[in-house]
């Protein structure tokens, strides 16, 4: 497999999905190592219960009050349970899930990360990851999740798990910026950029890679348009332009005279315009300078 393999050569990825990641932009797995994520979710400390606040996500840790609840209708089936911890209760929803009855057990302690909503007056997580046990947060604490931009139907877990399947496939030790210049500019290798900007370990991490990856797409667009500017230069000049005693006439009548670094300019046009080649220039001056 290499960067120009289709996204289907990933397992799990069946033609439904390759549909989606198509209809994202996503083709190969070049495409896919370049869909950078729109943001990150940060697995912050978890906070009290009477911390939480309305819209925004938060992890908290504490005891199970009383058994798991289900209800709702058959089509859509709600299970509830409520959290407690020395501040106070919270209430935790899950649609369409209603196993976690015989999982979340009362007096099991747990950690619950989710958004928090107003329902009734009172705030709910909804949706909540859970994680058991309580401690097992931890490992993801201070932790950065990509959030990637996403189309109907391709959901962020697929995604990360497409570019983590890739880039356990890939071979990226090879860095088309030589080691000098990376030197030069505090730059990351090409392999670490790719991962830390996709799973960051940290914010330095990510700060580290994206510079890396910014400076890799100027260095990319400066070349190219110094590679469309030699083109144009060694484009042959089929109408060449002989100086004409008139030109020296009008510049002597001018009501000035020219400056020497307009003199100069206007030599090099000349040359141009006689010249073998099409003449690409740009002549900036500040305004009320001739």
């Known amino acids: 497999m290499n960067e120009q393999s289709l996204?289907?050569?990933l397992k799990g990825i069946g033609p439904k999905t390759e549909q989606l990641f198509i209809k994202a932009g996503v083709?190969?797995?070049h495409d896919l190592l370049q869909y950078y994520p729109r943001g990150y979710d940060i697995y912050e400390k978890p906070v009290s219960i009477q911390e939480v606040q309305e819209g925004k996500m938060a992890a908290v840790s504490g005891i199970i009050y009383g058994a798991a609840k289900t209800g709702g209708s058959q089509r859509l089936q709600v299970t509830t349970i409520t959290l407690k911890d020395l501040t106070g209760t919270i209430k935790a929803v899950w649609f369409r899930m209603p196993y976690l009855r015989n999982t979340l057990k009362s007096?099991?302690?747990v950690t619950l990360r989710g958004k928090a909503v107003s329902r009734k007056g009172s705030l709910i997580l909804e949706q909540p990851e859970i994680f058991l046990p309580a401690e097992s947060y931890e490992e993801k604490q201070n932790t950065m999740q990509p959030v990637y931009p996403l189309t109907a139907g391709l959901s962020n877990h697929t995604?990360?798990?497409a570019v983590r399947q890739a880039l356990s496939y890939l071979d990226l030790t090879q860095d088309f910026l030589p080691e000098q210049v990376r030197l030069e500019y505090h730059l990351a290798e090409y392999n670490y950029a790719v991962q830390g900007i996709h799973?960051?370990?940290d914010k330095e991490s990510f700060y580290f890679a994206r510079e890396r990856l910014v400076f890799e797409e100027f260095l990319v667009f400066i070349l190219a348009l110094r590679q469309l500017k030699q083109k144009e230069e060694r484009a042959e000049n089929g109408f060449r332009i002989q100086p004409k005693e008139q030109i020296g006439q009008f510049i002597d009548?001018?009501?000035y005279t020219l400056t020497n670094a307009q003199k100069k300019v206007w030599q090099e046009i000349q040359?141009?315009?006689t010249g073998p080649y099409m003449m690409?220039?740009?002549v900036q001056g500040d305004v009320g300078s001739g």
């Open 7 to 9: 996204i289907s050569e």
């Open 27 to 29: 083709r190969n797995i």
């Open 107 to 109: 007096g099991m302690k």
């Open 159 to 161: 995604v990360m798990k």
């Open 199 to 201: 799973f960051p370990l």
């Open 253 to 255: 009548s001018l009501p």
């Open 271 to 273: 040359m141009d315009l």
């Open 280 to 282: 690409s220039r740009l």
